[in-house]
């Protein structure tokens, strides 16, 4: 029985650095997607506020395991060469959670007081000045938390990579489970499940410790806490 | 509206004797269908320090605005020291200003806001110093070295280091103004600066005002409830009403036998409400 | 490679019968959702002791992981182990729902905690009983501001649905893919698959939107 659960461990943890590979990944691009797309929501051009809204609105609209399968399945037919798994899951992931950043950036920037843009035209500052040393480092502060649930959307997103067989923590789980007796299959998914909470907490510490520092870089004393996440951020 | 009119005429003032640092001339500003300025036509002196009164809703912060070019003009032009602020010469007519052309004329004017305005997200010396080094393109010590003294005259020497959240409202207001002496403008503009703050506040406040009005060359256009402070420091007191101008004149005299009944009535609910 | 129209009309039908699965799903999941999620939030709200707390923990650990490891779980573990034997469909819609209960369940503690505290008062000086309060005072005024947030997570249910291929079920996306794997062209069926999904969510979510501005969401 504990060599078994041994055996279980020791498979599933072969799988764990697959999706933290796909988590951090996704994150990276995530972050890069959200700034990029959610300052041009705000551009000043037309023509850059409505591809980036195609982008968002296409990405947010469509379902997450259609663009895998489009970008795994459909692309290699079209330019002619695969995807590893890995890297079209993080791209996947980056995009589809980029879109859903995109909302955040755009919301974070847009509550910034007016009386701040105002602040900074009063002292000269450029157009890009006042973005990046006096909206941007306050609109981050204000970004954090829902980050913080997005980051956590997407890494439960990385159990989609089963489907792509890249070899992470859910697929190495599935391998196992048809070799065993149900009773056995309670510490698989058992541990899978803890696997991912361990995850979703870490990323949690993380989020909160930049959200005590962003606070304390704004002189404000307790990040501001909420309980619910917000819906844009929620779902596939 | 008048973006094309010839510059001739509107020049030929500029280079005679009296050198105007603000001139406003037939300024139209709308909001919707709220007419806020009307034609409005006044200048200020290099060196004057001019107050605005008028009731509420008299478009006085919009003046300060549009000088900021926080806001457009509707119609008519508004110069800072000859050069246009809301227009730009090219090719001999004067068109609407473009960004580039805002930048370089705003480095002439600085304000100071009611509700101070401090980037939360940078510390005391910091708000003061970031415009020096990345407008004016001074140098990190050189900017810091002016951050200390200025806050050295507005009292607040300890205060380097703390965040604008840390400070009093007097405290803040005092960095704020630090802040916009910091860009050495020609032109500084204070719209209600005192109202902001709780009644012991203020008069630390306006103490620092006074002595740089005194000590500098800085032009000032101010906006205030406060009438002693405004008779104490102002060369020249404008009375506003419907975007347009009442009457002026030194404030011993607008305080004391004001021409326009208008303006009897305004002081008199001023000065009652301070009592 | 060209897109060819013909044979995108043909795996129509197919992904016709996808499109119906998918949107049952879709329904019988977020009732489900609705349901459950109100009733976590009431036992949450009326802190029974150590139910609140057990609550609690499941809603944060239901959320945190993902949903098709539940479903895994679910349909390989524990029906088994307790000797039920749901079909694929009925397995999918009760995880969605449960899944998206542990959402919805803090949409409606949101919208609770915005009612205001004075109607709290207001009832108990009435006397009235604690039910009554509830049905004709708290929840008339929390469910208003809770639609769009409930929409919203409709929306991503919807999405989702595909990722029920693991235990077999044959929705839209899914149907596309076995359209493709007949004939290795996946370029069309795919893609209509994802046309599919925008047309449906994108206009959702613009009525979402304007449900969110008309009541001042939570
Ligand atoms: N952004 C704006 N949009 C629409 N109307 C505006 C705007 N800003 C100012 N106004 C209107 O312009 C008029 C003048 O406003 P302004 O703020 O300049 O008055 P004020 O003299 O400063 O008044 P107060 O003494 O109350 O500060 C008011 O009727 C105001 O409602
Ligand atoms: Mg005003």
Same mark, same amino acid.
């Given at each position: ?236 | ?35 806020? @300025?009307? &034609? ?25 605005? @549009? ?15 000859? /050069? ?60 810091? &070295? ?59 406040? @306006? ?44 404030? &011993? ?20 409400? /301070?009592? | ?6 044979? !995108? ?23 489900? !959702? ?46 088994? !182990? ?9 397995? #999918? ?17 949101? #919208? +609770? ?9 207001? !009832? ?26 409930? #929409? ?14 693991? +235990? ?51």
């Amino acid at each position: 029985m504990f060599d078994q659960i041994g055996l279980i461990f020791s498979t599933l943890v072969r799988g764990l650095p697959v999706t933290i590979a796909a988590t951090l990944g996704g994150i990276a691009l995530t972050v890069v997607l959200s700034f990029v797309a959610g300052l041009a929501l705000l551009a000043p051009s037309r023509t850059v506020r409505f591809l980036s809204r195609v982008y968002v609105e296409g990405f947010r609209g469509t379902s997450e395991m259609v663009q895998l399968f489009w970008i795994y399945f459909v692309l290699p037919v079209l330019v002619g060469f695969e995807l590893v798994p890995l890297f079209a899951g993080i791209l996947v992931l980056g995009l589809n959670h980029g879109a859903y950043g995109a909302e955040i950036v755009r919301g974070a920037v847009q509550s910034v007081p007016k009386a701040q843009y105002e602040g900074a035209i009063a002292l000269s500052l450029s157009p890009a000045q006042r973005m990046l040393r006096v909206i941007l480092p306050q609109a981050v502060v204000e970004m954090l938390p829902s980050f913080n649930n997005l980051f956590i959307q997407l890494l439960k997103s990385t159990a989609l990579l089963y489907f792509i067989s890249a070899e992470e923590l859910t697929e190495r789980g599935q391998l196992l489970a048809p070799s065993l007796p149900i009773a056995q299959l309670v510490p698989i998914y058992v541990i899978e499940l803890l696997f991912y909470l361990l995850l979703a907490v870490l990323i949690t510490v993380g989020m909160r410790a930049l959200e005590r520092v962003g606070a304390r870089r704004l002189g404000r004393r307790a990040p501001r806490r909420r309980s619910t996440p917000p819906v844009t951020a929620g779902g596939v | 509206m008048d973006s094309h009119q010839p510059l001739s005429d509107a020049q030929a003032g500029t280079a005679t004797a009296d050198r105007e640092m603000i001139r406003f001339d037939k300024v139209v500003k709308r909001f919707g269908d709220n007419v806020v @300025l009307n &034609e409005l036509d006044f200048t200020v002196s290099p060196g004057e320090f001019v107050t605005l009164i008028g009731p509420s809703g008299s478009g006085k912060t919009t003046i300060l605005r @549009l000088l900021m070019t926080l806001e457009k003009v509707d119609g008519g032009t508004i110069q800072v020291d000859g /050069e246009y602020l809301s227009h730009m010469e090219r090719g001999g007519k004067l068109v609407p200003a473009d960004e580039k052309h805002l930048r370089k004329v705003r480095r002439h004017i600085g304000m100071v806001f009611q509700q101070f305005n401090l980037f939360p997200n940078m510390k005391v010396l910091q708000n003061i110093t970031e415009a020096p080094m990345r407008v004016l393109g001074k140098s990190r010590a050189e900017a810091e &070295e002016r951050g200390r003294e200025l806050l050295e005259m507005v009292g607040l020497s300890e205060k380097v280091d703390a965040h604008p959240s840390q400070l009093s409202g007097g405290q803040q207001q005092r960095v704020a103004i630090a802040r916009a002496l910091a860009m050495e403008p020609d032109v500084l503009l204070l719209d209600e600066v005192t109202s902001a703050l709780d009644p012991e506040l203020v008069a630390g406040v @306006l103490a620092v005002l006074k002595d740089i009005a005194t000590s500098t060359e800085i032009t000032f256009l101010c906006v205030t409830h406060e009438m002693q402070f405004a008779k104490d420091v102002s060369d020249r007191v404008i009375m506003f009403d419907h975007g347009q101008v009442v009457e002026e004149a030194v404030p &011993e005299k607008l305080f004391t036998s004001p021409e326009h009944e208008r303006t009897r009535e305004f002081l008199h609910a001023v000065i009652d409400r /301070e009592v | 490679m060209n897109w060819d129209w013909d044979y !995108a009309i043909d795996s129509l039908p197919l992904l016709f019968q996808g499109i119906v699965v998918t949107v049952e799903l879709t329904v019988l999941g977020a009732l489900l !959702a609705y349901a459950l999620g109100l009733v976590l939030a009431l036992v949450r709200q009326v802190r029974v002791p150590v139910l609140s707390q057990l609550v609690y923990l499941f809603v944060e650990f239901i959320r945190s992981t993902p949903l098709l490891i539940q479903v895994f779980a679910f349909y390989y573990l524990l029906q088994p !182990a307790l000797g039920l034997r749901l079909s694929p469909f009925v397995t #999918g819609f009760v995880m969605l729902g449960i899944h998206y209960a542990t959402y919805t369940s803090e949409v409606y503690r949101a #919208g +609770i905690d915005a009612v205001p505290k004075g109607q709290w008062e207001a !009832a108990r000086a009435l006397s009235l009983p604690r039910g009554r309060v509830w049905t004709g005072v708290i929840l008339p005024q929390a469910v208003p501001r809770v639609l769009p947030s409930l #929409g919203n997570y409709t929306i991503s249910m919807f999405k989702e649905t595909p990722l029920l291929l693991a +235990i077999g079920v044959l929705d839209v996306l899914n149907r596309a893919q076995e359209a493709a794997s007949e004939t290795f062209r996946y370029v069309e069926p795919v893609t209509l698959a994802g046309v599919f999904f925008l047309l449906v969510s994108y206009p959702a979510s613009i009525l979402v939107r304007k449900l969110e501005r008309r009541a001042g969401t939570v």
